[in-house]
């Protein structure tokens, strides 16, 4: 629909974020035992207070190092690709603004994991592709190829705001820390 120029920009800022999806790709080899870890010494408090402080760590990091990226978006693709794809700066600005919302993403994912709520992960999955199915084709007619990373991005936002409302009506319904019931658990 793009053609191939398009295509391969979008593929050439894809690889520049590459490294971050590795580094996620690793975190799933420690942080899932940790949330183990965690949920066992305290139950899902601690389980949530590890990942809250985990994911606002590692979210300003991200963000601090996307916004420098983002700041000289054109000018890193032009380094590297050439100057023919550095008009695709702003795609490479959404795709930073989709990894940044993975981090979270991630957090969730794992505390609905360790919690043995599932269910709630597919769901989430489910709506992000449907969000993302049905702005595809009107935002890459009204936008082109960053028409692509807008669809995406949305899906990605749909994704972590139901996950984030799931994860607050789970801890609504949790006992308080003190009580004598949620001590009964630990």
């Known amino acids: 629909m793009l053609g191939a120029e398009a295509a391969g920009s979008i593929r ?3 690889n520049v974020v590459g490294p971050v999806n590795v580094a996620y790709q690793a975190m799933e080899n420690i942080v899932p035992i940790k949330a183990g870890e965690e949920m066992r010494k305290g ?5 949530a207070k590890f ?3 985990f994911g606002a760590q590692g979210i300003v990091v ?6 420098v990226i983002g700041l000289f978006s054109h000018e890193f693709l032009s380094f590297f690709y050439g100057h023919e794809v550095a008009v695709y700066g702003s795609v490479l ?17 794992y505390l609905f994991r360790t919690i043995d ?3 709630s992960l597919v769901v989430a999955s489910l709506l992000a592709a449907a969000t993302s199915l049905i702005l595809i084709y009107p ?8 028409g692509i990373m807008i669809a995406a991005v949305a899906g990605q936002a749909v994704n972590v705001m139901y996950l984030t409302v799931a994860w607050m009506r789970i801890r609504a319904s949790l006992p308080a820390v003190g009580s004598s019931a949620a001590i ?3």
């Open 12 to 14: 050439a800022t894809q």
């Open 43 to 47: 139950g899902i408090q601690r389980l």
């Open 51 to 53: 990942l809250l402080r």
């Open 62 to 67: 991200l963000a601090a190092s996307f916004l």
């Open 93 to 109: 600005d959404l795709q930073l603004v989709y990894f940044l919302l993975v981090w979270p993403l991630r957090q969730l994912g």
């Open 117 to 119: 709520r599932t269910p």
């Open 139 to 146: 935002c890459v007619e009204s936008f082109s190829a960053m």
């Open 184 to 186: 009964a658990k630990i």
